[in-house]
């Protein structure tokens, strides 16, 4: 499950799934406890739960996944959020938008926002922090689901679902690229890469720093959580596919360094 990562911490965990309850709502009943890589956790309060239900697959959780929770009051627009909604538990992604207004999104067009409103009783249990994926035969069939599901929501529109990627496949990814990465920061091209396709939660460069560095441990130029959150701006902010060197924070020459170290990324893993 988590690969050659040594699993030497305990973390609470409810097998009965966020779609049952959250941590906080299950009253009396006792967890299991779980044993995890402590470089997951960080140190950091977190519980382990499963996602029940097909809200989130477009940014690749499925049904059984296993969910990594940090219990935290810091919850930023774009988080993915497990969230209890007038009694009612749900794992989505919270966004703010430009008018102030706070949402609930799900990652699958069968589902409709939910705009949080005042009358409301919100409370959030925590924020996603790593999410551990099912078995592929598994997680095959539920992209499958949705694949026909919006077939026959829009004939017009051809589905389209990111790859799952297997921990195996990333790991052969990144160092088949990194004899080429001659400079630390130019790692945010392929942290975007894997944020893109869900294996690492957007935003969270610290996670894929950590990843590198136990991949790649002798590798000379590591990648620095500050350094990659400084040059997130721009287009490097966005979707790899979205980057153009007349939106980014650096052009010419400078640009093409992060976009060959992502477009190398991305080849890897087709």
């Not at 990562?5 to 006792?30: K, R, W």
Request: proline residues 5%; contains cysteine; charged residues 25%.
């Amino acid at each position: 499950m988590f690969g050659s990562m040594v699993c030497d911490t305990p973390v609470p965990f409810y097998d009965m799934g966020i779609s049952c309850g959250l941590p906080n709502e299950m009253g009396d009943i006792p967890p299991e406890m779980m044993m995890v890589p402590g470089m997951l956790t960080m140190g950091l309060s977190v519980t382990m739960v499963r996602a029940r239900g097909d809200s989130m697959v477009g940014v690749g959780i499925h049904d059984g996944d296993l969910l990594m929770l940090e219990s935290t009051c810091r919850i930023n627009s774009g988080d993915i959020v497990a969230a209890v909604i007038d009694g009612e538990e749900m794992l989505k992604t919270y966004y703010m938008d430009e008018c102030g207004q706070h949402w609930l999104v799900p990652a699958n067009d069968q589902y409709d926002a939910l705009l949080l409103t005042e009358d409301m009783d919100v409370r959030f249990a925590g924020r996603l922090l790593w999410h551990i994926r099912k078995e592929v035969h598994d997680s095959t069939r539920n992209i499958r689901q949705a694949i026909e599901r919006q077939k026959n929501k829009n004939a017009q529109t051809t589905a389209t679902v990111k790859e799952l990627l297997s921990r195996e496949k990333v790991v052969e990814a990144m160092r088949t690229i990194a004899p080429k990465i001659k400079v630390g920061r130019h790692w945010l091209g392929p942290c975007r890469v894997l944020m893109d396709h869900g294996f690492i939660p957007k935003d969270r460069f610290d996670l894929f720093c950590i990843f590198a560095k136990e991949v790649l441990p002798h590798h000379e130029h590591k990648p620095q959580t500050a350094e990659l959150q400084r040059m997130a701006v721009g287009c490097f902010s966005k979707p790899f596919d979205k980057w153009t060197d007349a939106t980014a924070p650096v052009h010419g020459k400078h640009y093409l360094g992060y976009y060959d170290a992502a477009d190398a990324m991305r080849k890897a893993l087709l």
